[in-house]
C-alpha cells in the first residue's frame, strides 16, 4: 500500500469570490517526501471513512466548500465538505491542496 | 378616522402601512399601526415592534452597535475585542475599515430604509479581523461577519489578495446576508442562493456608491474593486455592468458570471453556482438603476429592499424576484410609472419577461399611491 501510486483531485468552490480552484495530483510524479506527506494526510484524515457528503450548517454564506477524490490501490472515494464542516483531521489535507492547486 | 378610511384599509399593503409608519406624522403612524396590528397580513405584533424598536418603549433597541475583534490569525471566534462603538480608531487598517464599512452598511439600512441593523431591532454588529493565516475569504456565519487578511502568507510576488476589508462593499454585502437571514430567508443553493448572492451584492454596491455620493452613472458597478493585488489581470471579483468581464487571470482564470438567463450556469459547485449565476439579476439591478439615473439606492434600492423585506420566500426564483420587482415598483411608485418600467428594462436585458399580457394582474389601480398622497407623502 505504501508505494502504490495515489490520485488526488481537489476542488475549492464558493466563497465570496466565488471563484473554483482544481487540481489533480499524482503522487508518483511527486518528489517522495511530499508523496509521503500527501499518504500521512490521508491515513490520518481516515478519509475513505469519511461519509461522502458531510453536513454543512444551514446558516451563513460565502464559506468555501470542497470536493476531494482520493484513489489509492483500487479504492475511489469522493468527499464533499462545507469549510465549516470539515473535521479538523481533514484540514491538513485541504490547505496542502489549496497550496498545490495555487502553485499549479 | 379608522372607519373613514376602511375602504381602503383593505388593500393596503403591509409594506406601505410601514412606511408610514416610518414616515407619517404622528397621527398617520397611530393610525398605519393599528391597521398594522389588526391586519392578518401581517407577521404579528411581535415582529411590528421588532421591525419599529422606537415603538417598543420597554426595551427600545440601541442604535449601532458595533464590535471590532481581532483572530490574531487563529480560528477562534469572535476573538480578542480591538474596537467597541464610540472608540477612537484602533491603528489595526483591517480593523478599522470592518468598524467604519460596518458604520456605513448600518446608516444606508437606517437612514434610507429605516432599518434598525441587520435584524430591524439593532442587533449589534460584530466583525472579527486576521482570520486563519493565508485566507483569501470573507464570510457570513451566521451571527457575524469575518474576514481574511488575503494571502499575506505568500511571497510578495505570488500575492493575489489584499485584506478583505478593503473594500467597503464586501462588507456591506456580508452584512447583507444578516438581513437576507432574518427576511427572505433565501435558500443558499441554485436561483435563491443566486439571488441571496446578488442582494448581497447589490446592496454591497449602494453602501459603497453611497459613501462615494456616486450616482449610477457615476458609480463603477464592480464587486470587491481594491481585493486583488497588482499581481492580477482583473479590477475586481465581479462587474453588475458587465458580468463575466471582471478578471481573466493566469492563475485565478476568468470571471464564469453570465449576464444573460441563456448564458444560466448549471453546476454541482458553489451551491449550484450561487456567485455565478447572480450575475443575472446583478446586471438586470444595474439596468434598472441606469434607467432611472439619479442616486442608485434611492429608488432601484428601495424597490429591491422592500421586495426582499416583504415579498422573497426562501425558494424564490429569478422570475419570481423580477415580477415581485415589478410588482413593488407599481405599489410605490404607480402602475405604468417610469420607476416600474425601469424595473421591466433591467429584468428584459438578462432575458426575464414581466408585465406581459400573461402576468398576474396588478395590485388594485393606484392602491399605495392613494394612500401616500393621501397623506401628503407623495
Not at chain 2, 42 to 60: E, K, M, N
Request: hydrophobic share 35%; glycine share 10%.
Amino acid at each position: 500500500m505504501k508505494n502504490e501510486p495515489m490520485k488526488i483531485q481537489f476542488e475549492r468552490s464558493g466563497g465570496v469570490a466565488g471563484m473554483r480552484m482544481t487540481t489533480t495530483v499524482n503522487t508518483d510524479t511527486l518528489p517522495a517526501q511530499e508523496a509521503q506527506m500527501l499518504r500521512e494526510m490521508v491515513d490520518k484524515a481516515k478519509f475513505f471513512d469519511l461519509p461522502a457528503v458531510l453536513a454543512t450548517s444551514k446558516q451563513g454564506a460565502d464559506r468555501f466548500q470542497y470536493r476531494l477524490t482520493v484513489e489509492v490501490g483500487g479504492r475511489r472515494h469522493t468527499v464533499e465538505t462545507g469549510e465549516a464542516a470539515a473535521p479538523q483531521t481533514l484540514q491538513p489535507l485541504l490547505d496542502q491542496l489549496g497550496q498545490m492547486a495555487r502553485r499549479k | 378616522m379608522t372607519t373613514e378610511h376602511h375602504s381602503i384599509l383593505c388593500i393596503t399593503p403591509p409594506h406601505m402601512l410601514r412606511e408610514i409608519v416610518t414616515r407619517g406624522s404622528s397621527a398617520q403612524r397611530d393610525w398605519a399601526l393599528r391597521t398594522l396590528t389588526t391586519t392578518e397580513q401581517f407577521r404579528g405584533v411581535r415582529q411590528l415592534y421588532a421591525d419599529f424598536p422606537a415603538l417598543a418603549a420597554p426595551t427600545a433597541a440601541a442604535g449601532k452597535q458595533r464590535i471590532v475583534y481581532s483572530a490574531d490569525q487563529g480560528s477562534s471566534l469572535p476573538g480578542r475585542k480591538v474596537r467597541g462603538e464610540g472608540e477612537p480608531p484602533s491603528g489595526d487598517v483591517g480593523a478599522d475599515e470592518a468598524y467604519d464599512g460596518s458604520g456605513a452598511t448600518y446608516d444606508l439600512y437606517s437612514d434610507v430604509y429605516q432599518r434598525n441593523s441587520i435584524d430591524g431591532n439593532g442587533l449589534r454588529l460584530d466583525s472579527t479581523v486576521h482570520y486563519q493565516k493565508g485566507y483569501d475569504n470573507a464570510f457570513w456565519n451566521g451571527q457575524q461577519m469575518v474576514y481574511g487578511d488575503g494571502d499575506e502568507d505568500q511571497p510578495p510576488a505570488d500575492r493575489l489578495f489584499n485584506r478583505f476589508t478593503i473594500a467597503i462593499d464586501i462588507i456591506g454585502h456580508e452584512l447583507t446576508h444578516g438581513v437576507t437571514q432574518y427576511e427572505a430567508k433565501l435558500i443558499y443553493r441554485n436561483q435563491s442562493g443566486a439571488l441571496n448572492e446578488s442582494m448581497s451584492d447589490v446592496f454591497g454596491a449602494l453602501v459603497k456608491q453611497r459613501a462615494l455620493n456616486h450616482t449610477a452613472d457615476q458609480a463603477d458597478w464592480l464587486v470587491g474593486q481594491g481585493l486583488f493585488t497588482a499581481n492580477v489581470k482583473g479590477v475586481a471579483l465581479r462587474s453588475m455592468k458587465a458580468p463575466g468581464t471582471a478578471y481573466d487571470d493566469p492563475v485565478l482564470g476568468k470571471d464564469p458570471q453570465p449576464a444573460h438567463m441563456k448564458d444560466y450556469k448549471n453546476v454541482s459547485y458553489d451551491n449550484g453556482g450561487v456567485h455565478i449565476n447572480s450575475g443575472i439579476p446583478n446586471h438586470a439591478f444595474y439596468v434598472a438603476s441606469l434607467e432611472l439615473g439619479g442616486k442608485a439606492w434611492e429608488k432601484a434600492g428601495r424597490i429591491w429592499y422592500v421586495t426582499l423585506r416583504d415579498k422573497l420566500g426562501p425558494l424564490s426564483n429569478f422570475q419570481e424576484a423580477a415580477n415581485l420587482t415589478y410588482q413593488v415598483a407599481a405599489e410605490l411608485y404607480g402602475n405604468g410609472s417610469l420607476e416600474q418600467k425601469a424595473v421591466q428594462t433591467g429584468w428584459a436585458a438578462v432575458g426575464i419577461t414581466v408585465g406581459g399580457g400573461t402576468e398576474p394582474p396588478p395590485p388594485p389601480k393606484g392602491c399605495g399611491q392613494t394612500i401616500m398622497e393621501l397623506f401628503g407623502m407623495k
